[in-house]
C-alpha cells in the first residue's frame, strides 16, 4: 500500500501547521489515500513521525509531496537527506519524493482567482 506525506516547512505561527495538517487530511478523505502531514522544522510530526505512522499502518511505499512552491535549499538539500535517514529506519520502504508545486498547470488558475478576488476586493 501507497502512504502520502504532505510536507511543509513549519511555522511558529501554529495555525499555517494546521493548514498543512488540514490538506494532508483532505487529501486522504478526496482520494481514499493513507496521509499525514510532515514537517522540516517547528512543527510536528516531523518526517520520521510521519514516516513511522504511515509504516504502523501497512505502507510499503511511501511518496513525499512538498508544500512548497519550488525547489530551494529545504527541497535541494534537506528534504533528501531526511529522506535517506528515514530510509535507513525502514529498510522494507520505498520513499520518493514528488517535485514541488512550481510548474503545475492549475497554479496559475490559483494566482489567476487570487487576483480576480483582490480586484473585486474580496477577502480571502
Known amino acids: 500500500m501507497t502512504g502520502f506525506i504532505v510536507f511543509g ?5 501554529e495555525s499555517a501547521n494546521q493548514a498543512v495538517r488540514e490538506v494532508a487530511l483532505r487529501m486522504a478523505e478526496a482520494g481514499s489515500y493513507w496521509a499525514e502531514p510532515a514537517f522540516l522544522e517547528l512543527g510536528e510530526p516531523d518526517l520520521a513521525g510521519a514516516v513511522g505512522r ?3 499502518r501497512g505502507a510499503t511505499e511511501i511518496v ?4 512548497f512552491l519550488t525547489l530551494g535549499t529545504h527541497l535541494l538539500r534537506d528534504l533528501p537527506v531526511l529522506v535517506r535517514q ?3 529506519e525502514h529498510h522494507d520502504v520505498t520513499i520518493s519524493i514528488a517535485p514541488p508545486l512550481d510548474g503545475h498547470p492549475a497554479l496559475v488558475q490559483v494566482l489567476l482567482d487570487r487576483a480576480g478576488a483582490a480586484l473585486a476586493g474580496v477577502p480571502r
Open 9 to 13: 516547512h513549519g511555522s511558529r505561527v
Open 54 to 56: 504511515l509504516t504502523q
Open 64 to 67: 513525499v509531496l512538498p508544500y
Open 86 to 88: 528515514a530510509s535507513q
